[in-house]
Antibody, heavy 117, light 110 residues
Framework: EVQLVESGGGLVQREGSLRLSCAAS????????MTWVRQAPGKGLEWVAA????????YYVDSVKGRFTISRDNAKNSLYLQMISLRAEDTAVYYC??????????WGQGTLVTVSS | QSALTQPPSASGSPGQSVTISCTGT?????????VSWYQQHPGKAPKLMIY???KRPSGVPDRFSGSKSGNTASLTVSGLQAEDEADYYC??????????FGGGTKVTVL
């Protein structure tokens, strides 16, 4: 059974930093693109970042470029999102998701990040 | 990286059909057959319902179908059931290894 479990969310001050983790199991993690998608309270979904299976290529939505870094450790079946210089508009539930056929076919339960001003 | 455009709401009676549109541009929906649709119930994670415009993952009822014409994709839910009441989001590959979502449509079963 495919499982994705996020952790690391919490309350952080504006301009602070936070590192999210996503533990994957039930599938060959090193064979899949992985993504982070966020959802601000009461709002829609927003793609945040994606990473190639071997970790050599990483892509971001413009609003987080230079502030967020996606990474993975295939030996630990884990995905990460390092976030710095956090802003109020980064407040959201952050989901990690597996990508297959250009779609996010499995999602974690999400972890809430709240940026206080 | 502009969001795709969806109607904020749609509704139908049990047994009826509802169709949700998702409008983009030639740089996303119109340029690739990589449109997907997600269902999200309150407080839950999104669930993939359609990928590559028309394909259904295993376990998704065939009441759900997808299509695309030009820069607009559509999701049709036939034979509406109470459990179909949820938010629905479209998404498309937008080139240069980026993806974009729609703003979401709240489907109400009357």
């Amino acid at each position: 059974e495919v499982q994705l479990v996020e952790s690391g969310g919490g309350l952080v001050q504006r301009e602070g930093s936070l590192r999210l983790s996503c533990a994957a199991s039930g599938f060959p993690f090193s064979s899949y693109w992985m993504t982070w998608v966020r959802q601000a309270p009461g709002k829609g979904l927003e793609w945040v970042a994606a990473i190639k299976p071997d970790g050599t290529e990483k892509y971001y939505v413009d609003s987080v470029k230079g502030r967020f870094t996606i990474s993975r450790d295939n030996a630990k079946n884990s995905l990460y999102l390092q976030m710095i210089s956090l802003r109020a508009e980064d407040t959201a539930v952050y989901y990690c998701a597996r990508m297959s056929f250009w779609a996010n076919d499995y999602w974690g339960q999400g972890t809430l990040v709240t940026v206080s001003s | 990286q502009s969001a795709l455009t969806q109607p904020p709401s749609a509704s139908g009676s049990p047994g009826q059909s509802v169709t949700i549109s998702c409008t983009g541009t030639s740089s996303d929906i119109g340029g690739y057959d990589h449109v997907s649709w997600y269902q999200q119930h309150p407080g839950k994670a999104p669930k993939l319902m359609i990928y590559e415009v028309t394909k259904r993952p295993s376990g998704v009822p065939d009441r759900f179908s997808g299509s695309k014409s030009g820069n607009t994709a559509s999701l049709t839910v036939s034979g509406l059931q109470a459990e179909d009441e949820a938010d629905y989001y479209c998404s498309s590959y937008a080139g240069s290894n980026s993806w974009v979502f729609g703003g979401g449509t709240k489907v109400t079963v009357l």
